[in-house]
């Protein structure tokens, strides 16, 4: 697929089929993801691929829907410890784009291979942490979903127009 169509074609999905995405699709994005831009090249991300029935449920009931992603047979779960990235002359922590860099690639390359996510931002950490073993040093900042949808999206959402948020040489 051409790239601008992937960006095209990227969608949120909360509905799932059961069919399981192979192995070699799930290392070709995380992959992708592993070759994004980190702050100094640091690569500080890492990726819990919850694969277990059980372990799936479990993430799946501490994010907290109750319909959503109930089939979804994959879910990856981004992590990185704060100190693997870089502070920013305000002295803001710049962590979390490091992640959104990597994880934007993952959903992305997912696009790609014709596999749908959604990227969740709103679930239990500490639970999942707990979950999953996932030492305290590291910070969840999205998860996904990763499998086959069961509910097609049509056309993309309307967007602002382009000429409302494009500033040439001044705002």
């Known amino acids: 697929m051409d790239f601008y169509e992937v960006i095209k074609n990227r969608r949120s999905h909360r509905f799932y ?3 399981i995405p192979s192995d070699d699709q799930i290392e070709r994005i995380i992959n992708a993801a592993r070759l994004a831009p980190t702050w100094g090249n640091r690569q500080g991300m890492e990726y819990v691929i919850v694969k277990n ?4 449920k479990t993430v ?5 829907q109750t ?4 089939n979804a047979p994959i879910f990856i779960v981004g992590i990185i410890p704060e100190s693997k990235s ?7 922590k710049y962590y979390p784009v490091d992640f959104g860099i990597c994880f934007e690639h993952l959903i992305l390359t997912a696009t790609a291979e014709g596999l749908a996510t959604c990227w969740i931002g709103y679930f239990n950490e500490p ?13 969840i900042l999205g998860l996904t979903p990763l499998g086959y949808t069961a509910k097609p999206k049509g056309e993309v959402r309307n967007r602002v127009p382009l000429e409302t948020i494009i500033h040439y040489d001044k705002f």
């Open 17 to 19: 089929t059961t069919e």
């Open 53 to 56: 029935p059980e372990l799936v």
């Open 60 to 64: 799946w009931e501490a994010i907290g």
């Open 67 to 70: 319909e959503k992603f109930v």
């Open 86 to 92: 870089g502070i920013n002359n305000s002295g803001e």
């Open 127 to 139: 639970k999942i942490k707990d979950i999953l073993n996932i030492p305290n040093r590291y910070r």
